[in-house]
């Protein structure tokens, strides 16, 4: 390789809680961003995480970063589709890669090895397959159209079109990805991170270089290992493997921003054949980054919904004396540009008017009154015990820092998370609640059985 | 992490546990040798599982819940065919908190809330029934284990949870399930194993030993090729599944099983039904084979969800794969890809606390001992080609039961 290895540019350490020792950060000068994070234990954890996602996409190219994230499987001059995955998995490894609106990340998750042949070996495979793909014709397989009956060979584009399939019977996924459509009209997080049939049919090798060519960037991309790891020998490993073989800058990313949404919004599908009614309800929630409001919407949806003392179990579930629904929950999806925050049920189809009104009426509890003392108490409590959670498997502790980094764009927010959640008053989580569970300002999607 | 320590409290419950230093949260886990293979009516093990978490004599369902999320203590109830098992799962601080709790509700559950959690539980079956993928399932597992207590699936417990009384519940619990001769713990987190000794005897160690013969289980039998099917509307995907009965846990063949499983489809993205199904001829995204060790018994199953009109492709590829593990030896290459695989896997399953304590009380109360942990890598390493021709023979031959869930134009009159 003709490409010198990359210089370290900056050193960073910060402190998580639960780990022992503080995770690394170092820049590199091309702009590649490695993570080192020390676990002890015998199995490591690489990945690389890319912040691009449905976000960089358009209607032209939609599904274009996950159908890429497939085909970065298929092979690079150096080693042929399959063997990255028959090579690692022999050794013992879990891999696979995931896409979202913000990000795509790449790992694996295997035993060192004796002398650590494996660790080696895998960021030597996985650095290949992030700079080197071949997104080979054969393997994406030949343009077709997808209402037509006849088709030719089926590769990935159909493995995908499957995938779609498969996510069109999930009634949870359904019911979301309805809901995503109602928040969003104009910013791009309003598209399926999955895309459509028609797209991954028909959508060209060379868009699809073309996007990974402007995306798939060294500033763009953060590569963390976790695991028990000697660091010196981790950052020659990497300034050796991830050398990129051109100068690649990202492209610009322009995009409208989604106007403030000043109305309730509803909409209701049906399907034959359910048993029970499907509701996930939405709110626009802070930006991840602003953390303290972060925070409170998290205590939020831990008192709301989270566990089986949270008042929408007690009260909607344990408590009603016929029954209406069969779960409910809450959750905040943290998005880069602002989070949803999730209220959701699943309930019986005759009760649907009641089981609406009656979630409505925890939300507006929520903005109008203080959360109380032994409920701040307890979601500080579990949420703390969530950061102990984080880092009991190299997989979760990776995970964690490469989403901090992409959605967050700002590890610290991880390390400083803990100090401002001791901070929080009820008062704060009532401002916080009063801004963004506004029941003006809900976005309802129900499923019913037809 | 293999060595563990082996303790008895005085009533011979089982204590096992492993000190893992600077681990910030304990797992505990309570095994009862009960489960399904003693219900009587489909349901009843986890309905009691259900109600252990629904008031004790001094506490209601609400105190408990409170109780355990104000301490971020995890506790729940798994109920499978061999056992109930409580999990059990804190922040080291909140040991004595988590063990009175766990104390209270295996002793001094009321199981009144019965009618209440009998509609809960009723409510969540049906959701999960929507779910085409555990239609397909649900209704192999029924037809597989017809007239058996592991074919207590979904729709069984449906049918069958009406019926369950309070006196049903109560006496599978006390004198099926709550038997010390029948009970583990297993413990693992940065613990002193004397003040846990102590602790489980002072609260555990006076459960009345009963004099109670194990019940008669059957072994579960296939005589016939079977074919059964849900057409459903809407249903984008078809779901097929073909399951076999397979070897017991303590089954000598379970080795060899194991690794063909990893082989055919257990395993991420080189299997050989991945590979073929999907990367080759297009025809998934999800396709996996299963291997699920029972006590009694073992269920292997081919999963695939495709396009309607691939049904007839998906099962000639199924068989085509499962000829070639009859008739073809695995290289060697590919055998020591899959044994190195699965060891490696094993680590990533054994990562956590919580993951290990499972895995040192599942294994004992199956029958074969903690040891079984370690002692599989060894048997692992020791399977051959030939065992792996000589199991899918074996149990490839066997009869077979097919389930297919799609919409009514594409079920087939025949498989």
Request: glycine share 6%.
């Amino acid at each position: 390789m003709n490409v010198p290895p990359p210089e370290i540019k900056t050193r960073d350490n910060i402190k998580f809680p639960y780990v022992d020792r503080p995770v690394e950060i170092y820049k590199l000068d091309n702009g590649h961003t490695l993570i080192i994070a020390h676990k002890p234990g015998k199995l490591v954890n690489i990945s690389t995480w890319v912040k691009t996602g449905s976000i960089n996409e358009d209607d032209s190219i939609t599904g274009i970063s996950h159908f890429l994230e497939h085909l970065m499987f298929k092979g690079t001059p150096d080693h042929p589709a399959g063997e990255f995955d028959r090579t690692l998995e022999s050794k013992g490894a879990v891999v696979n890669a995931a896409t979202w609106k913000d990000y795509t990340f790449y790992y694996v998750t295997l035993p060192k090895g004796e002398n650590n042949e494996n660790l080696k070996q895998a960021v030597e495979l996985h650095a290949d397959m992030m700079l080197n793909p071949l997104l080979p014709d054969d393997e994406i397989g030949p343009v077709f159209d997808p209402e037509s009956s006849e088709v030719g060979e089926k590769r990935e584009r159909f493995v995908v079109i499957e995938e779609i399939r498969m996510r069109d019977d999930n009634n949870w996924t359904k019911t979301f990805d309805e809901l995503n459509s109602l928040m969003y009209r104009v910013h791009p997080y309003k598209r399926d991170v999955i895309g459509t049939a028609e797209v991954i049919a028909t959508v060209s090798r060379e868009t699809i270089m073309n996007y990974y060519k402007s995306w798939y960037t060294p500033e763009n991309m953060f590569t963390i290992i976790a695991g028990e790891v000697d660091s010196e020998e981790v950052i020659g490993l990497i300034r050796k493997n991830f050398r990129f073989p051109d100068e690649r800058k990202s492209a610009e990313l322009h995009y409208e921003q989604e106007p403030e949404q000043t109305e309730p919004r509803y909409i209701e599908n049906t399907r034959k054949e359910l048993n029970t009614g499907f509701i996930m309800s939405g709110f626009h929630g802070p930006k991840p980054k602003g953390l303290k409001e972060n925070i409170c919407l998290d205590i939020v949806s831990t008192v709301l919904g989270e566990g089986k003392s949270s008042r929408m179990y007690q009260n909607l579930i344990e408590k009603q004396k016929e029954p209406v629904f069969n779960v409910t929950g809450t959750a905040q999806y943290e998005f880069r540009e602002g989070n949803i925050f999730l209220v959701q049920a699943n309930f019986i189809p005759e009760k649907k008017e009641k089981a609406l009104e009656l979630l409505k009426a925890e939300i507006r509890k929520i903005t109008e009154e203080p959360v109380q003392e032994h409920e701040l108490k307890k979601a500080k409590k579990r949420l703390k015990a969530g950061f102990a959670n984080d880092s009991e498997t190299v997989s979760d502790l990776g995970e964690v820092i490469g989403h901090f980094m992409t959605v967050y764009e700002d590890i610290t927010c991880y390390s400083n998370y803990l100090d401002v959640l001791n901070s929080i008053t009820a008062d704060d989580i009532l401002q916080a609640a009063k801004k963004y569970l506004d029941l003006n300002k809900i976005s309802i999607s129900v499923l019913m059985p037809a | 992490m293999n060595s563990f320590n082996k303790d008895q409290l005085s009533n011979n419950i089982k204590v096992l546990t492993r000190k893992n230093p600077n681990t910030p949260r304990t797992a505990i886990n309570m095994f009862m040798g009960s489960g399904a293979k003693y219900e009587s009516l489909a349901g009843i093990a986890n309905l009691t599982g259900r109600l252990l978490l629904q008031g004790t004599n001094s506490r209601t369902a609400e105190d408990i819940a409170n109780e355990l999320d104000s301490n971020a203590i995890e506790l729940s109830f798994e109920s499978k065919q061999d056992y109930i098992r409580a999990r059990l799962q804190f922040l080291n601080e909140d040991f004595e908190t988590a063990i009175d709790l766990l104390e209270d509700v295996i002793k001094n559950s009321t199981f009144e809330n019965i009618e209440k959690e009998r509609k809960k539980f009723l409510g969540e079956l049906k959701l999960e029934l929507d779910s085409p993928k555990t239609q397909a399932f649900d209704n192999l597992v029924k037809t597989m284990f017809k007239d058996h207590p592991y074919g207590h699936s979904h729709t069984k417990i449906i049918e069958e949870l009406p019926d369950i009384r309070i006196e049903d519940i109560k006496d599978y619990y006390f004198k099926k399930s709550l038997i010390p001769d029948r009970m583990i713990f297993s413990i693992v987190g940065d613990i002193d194993r004397k003040k846990i000794l102590k602790a489980l005897e002072s609260r555990f160690g006076s459960l009345n030993q009963q004099d109670i013969a194990d019940i008669e289980v059957p072994v579960p039998q296939l005589t016939e090729n079977k074919f059964v099917n849900i057409k459903r509307k809407d249903a984008a995907q078809a779901q097929i599944v073909q399951g076999w009965l397979a070897p017991p846990i303590f089954g000598e063949d379970f080795p060899a099983l194991t690794v063909l499983n990893v082989i055919l489809g257990s395993s991420g993205l080189s299997s050989r039904l991945f590979t073929e199904l999907r990367d080759k001829q297009g025809l998934a995204y999800h396709v996996r084979s299963s291997l699920e060790a029972l006590k009694h018994l073992g269920l292997y199953t081919v999963y695939i969800g495709t396009a309607p009109n691939n049904i007839k492709t998906c099962l000639e590829g199924f068989d085509v794969e499962i000829n070639k593990l009859k008739n073809e030896l695995v290289s060697e290459e590919e055998l020591e890809g899959a044994r190195t695989n699965y060891l490696g896997k094993r680590a990533f399953w054994h990562e956590t606390n919580s993951q290990q304590a499972y895995y040192l009380g599942y294994y004992d109360i199956m029958g074969i001992g903690a040891e079984f942990d370690s002692v599989i890598e060894e048997k692992i390493k020791n399977v051959t080609s030939e065992d792996i021709k000589r199991v899918a023979n074996r149990y490839f031959s066997q009869k077979s039961v097919i389930s297919i869930l799609a919409q009514a134009e594409f079920v087939p009159e025949t498989v």
